[in-house]
């Protein structure tokens, strides 16, 4: 039981770490004009 919580917080931490750089790179993207994924999607 404990293992098992301990594994479901590690994955936890790790997808917010993701999803917060994404945030970070997404905020910086609409702030300098560029695009999320390095590409011009027009």
Not at 11 to 23: E, F, K, N, S
Request: proline share 0%.
């Amino acid at each position: 039981m404990t293992q098992k919580r301990g594994i479901i917080l590690i994955l936890v931490i790790i997808a917010g770490a993701v999803l917060g750089r994404l945030a970070v790179r997404a905020a910086m993207n609409f702030l300098l004009g560029g695009s999320l994924f390095g590409g011009n999607f027009l």
